[in-house]
């Protein structure tokens, strides 16, 4: 599509996801087995043919821009690229105030290639979009701002920005993560409609809007707070239903799916839905490749014919380089290369790669960063209490190995 220019919005700390974004930001934090968070909305825009991306970029983003530049470059072909834009400090000697103030500070990049419309996408969500169906919807309104809306229940509503929304599709009303009694969806009391934190933004409006928010020395600069509050009076704010967004080859049952995986537990949870006998987010789905960098390493290995010493994995995703030399792996998802060693036992767990387990360990519900090192004979998982002695345990229970870790050794 032309006169379409895409800015992802990946500077974000992602504090809940602590320890995972100490070294790195919230949406190079590896996901699946073999991919980043950042690969998903990527792959939105690469399947949906809209090849102008900038990547905005800030807190801790050597490892985001390093995967960005094995992963997803784009050369030789004129007008179309995806390229990281560190924050550049353009408007003053500070940071991105808020993802408003983020876009102002690039508005260059919109100046100097002139698009109808820009998207404004965060980088840090699992879900598929085909990005040009809400382009459609948006063209279809000559809307301002589109946003893009899912029901959650009401008790998550102080995580989102709620909306209320007249038959017509049209935004009147917006609460910016409201603290009580949030807007109901009528004839639906449990659920809100909640934004996704996309936006499809006519290009002139955008750039007005922007620039009345930066000259407003009260404002948190900050499109929830600020942007769309001041667009909805004017009666150009429209919804987009995102349930109605169809990608050929999908399950039915994966409809719909999108996960902020902003937290401890909403990373695990998503990360097990991919091994589920019938995933809500399916990896397979031939016409609609998901991307990403895949290191230069041979195929798994499962080795050892012997009784009680044979290496296999059930209900589980295992990557590239990995080597189950005659443990057992049980409804969980190794990265790339993972050895887990003789009579050890992997279950509900989540390895984002390059990590050794030694023999006879067992480990149940947790999450190892990457180049960890487990001593022979370790058992996590299996007693909480004595886990959140030596680690991270979440509030569901997830127990968290930090990167580098060694585990075990006295």
């Given amino acids: ?25 919230k949406p190079a934090v590896p996901f699946g087995g073999g991919y980043r968070i950042i690969d998903f909305v990527l792959n939105n825009f690469v399947n949906s043919d809209l090849l102008q991306i ?30 990281p834009i560190p924050a550049q400090m353009r408007t003053g000697k500070h940071w991105y105030k808020g993802t408003a103030d983020a876009i102002y500070q690039n508005i260059n990049l919109i100046d100097s290639h002139d698009p109808e419309i820009v998207c ?20 279809s309104k000559s809307a301002e701002l589109t946003v893009a809306a899912i029901p959650v229940p009401v008790e998550e509503a102080y995580k989102f920005g709620i909306i209320e929304v007249d038959e017509s599709g049209k935004m009147v009303g917006f609460e910016e ?84 995986v902003g937290t401890l537990d909403a990373y695990y949870e998503a990360n097990m839905d991919l091994i589920s006998v019938t995933p809500p987010f399916d990896l397979y789905n031939r016409y609609w490749p998901l991307r990403s960098y895949h290191p230069p390493v041979p195929p798994a290995k499962f080795v050892h014919d012997y009784k009680n010493r044979t290496g296999h994995a059930i209900n589980s995703a295992i990557s590239a380089g990995c080597i189950l030399s005659g443990a057992e792996v049980n409804q969980s998802i190794l990265g790339h290369r993972v050895h887990i060693h ?13 990590t050794d387990v030694g023999k006879g360990c067992r480990i149940k519900k947790a999450i190892f960063d990457q180049e960890v090192v487990v001593a022979d ?8 209490d004595e886990d959140k002695k030596r680690f991270h345990v979440s509030d569901g229970g997830v127990v968290v190995i930090p990167k580098g870790a060694r585990v075990g050794f006295n």
Avoid: C
């Fill in 177 to 260: 993560k409201p603290e009580k009694n949030p807007k109901t969806i009528p004839n639906r009391p449990t659920h809100v409609l909640a934004s996704m934190g996309n936006y499809v933004f006519d290009a002139d409006s955008l750039v007005n809007y922007l620039q009345i928010d930066a000259e407003d020395e009260n404002s948190m600069h900050d499109f929830g707070h600020n942007i769309i509050p001041m667009l909805v009076p004017g009666g150009k704010v429209y919804v987009y239903d995102f349930s109605t967004n169809e990608i050929r080859g999908e399950p039915e049952n994966s409809k719909g799916y999108w996960r902020d």
């Fill in 377 to 384: 004979g370790t058992v996590i998982g299996e007693n909480l």
């Fill in 120 to 139: 404004v996408f965060g980088g840090d969500h699992i879900y598929k979009m085909d990005v040009r169906q809400m382009i459609d919807y948006h063209r």
């Fill in 1 to 25: 599509m032309s006169g379409i220019l895409s800015m992802i919005l990946a500077g974000g700390e992602g504090t809940r996801l602590f320890p995972f974004t100490s070294l790195r930001a």
């Fill in 342 to 354: 003789s009579h050890s036992y992997i279950e509900k767990s989540v390895f984002m790669g390059n």
């Fill in 54 to 83: 900038f990547v905005l970029t800030q807190f801790k983003s050597h490892s985001l821009m390093k995967h960005l530049s094995q992963a997803w470059r784009i050369t030789g072909l004129t007008g179309r690229f995806i390229d």
